[in-house]
């Protein structure tokens, strides 16, 4: 990896390790085995394996694999910085319903009313607004009173800003 996806990487993993973010209650589900959270505010996660996020809000995230983000409200700003670029320009891009990168090593930023983002491989965020994140794998999680790993078993963590 570059030494500029590092860098990026490991102030990621500085936020979702070292920042408190929202409250969540903790509910088993019968027969499943995951777990759900619901709460206020923030999620950030790291790990290996799949996310998918459903969500409104501010997404940042680091990844390394494969990813596909939907504008579903069709409102969605992305924005994709990536280590194979030259200089530090990054793409803006609008008015596009789907976004599919493969083999990629960089940061994404997106901010909607109504979108999903799916990663396979590594990957860090955090993610604030409402929705909710299924995580699969090996990883972290960590919301203000909370925090846990996420396992092949899986985990379900929901929630949602103040006011909404």
Same mark, same amino acid.
């Given at each position: 990896m570059s030494k500029r996806l590092m860098v990026m990487l490991a102030v990621v993993l500085t936020v979702v390790v070292g920042s408190a973010v929202a409250w969540a209650q903790e509910t088993d589900r019968p027969?499943?085995?995951?777990?759900?959270?619901?709460?206020? @505010?923030?999620?950030?996660?790291? #790990? $290996?394996?799949?996310?998918q996020l459903e969500m409104r809000g501010v997404l940042r995230m680091a990844a390394d694999g494969g990813v596909v983000i939907v504008d579903i409200a069709g409102d969605a700003r992305v924005r994709i910085g990536s280590a194979a670029r030259s200089g530090d320009e990054a793409e803006a891009l609008a008015s596009r319903p789907?976004?599919?990168?493969?083999?990629?090593? @960089?940061?994404?930023?997106?901010? #909607? $009313?109504?979108?999903?983002?799916?990663?396979?491989?590594?990957?860090?965020?955090q993610a604030r607004g409402g929705g909710k994140a299924e995580l699969v794998g090996e990883g972290v999680w960590k919301t203000r009173n909370n925090r846990g790993f996420w396992s092949e078993a899986g985990v379900t963590l929901g929630f949602e800003s103040e006011g909404h």
């Open positions: 027969g499943k085995a995951e777990r759900v959270l619901a709460g206020k @505010g923030f999620l950030n996660a790291s #790990g $290996s394996g799949s996310a789907t976004y599919e990168l493969t083999d990629f090593q @960089g940061g994404i930023r997106v901010v #909607g $009313s109504h979108f999903t983002v799916e990663v396979a491989g590594f990957t860090a965020f």
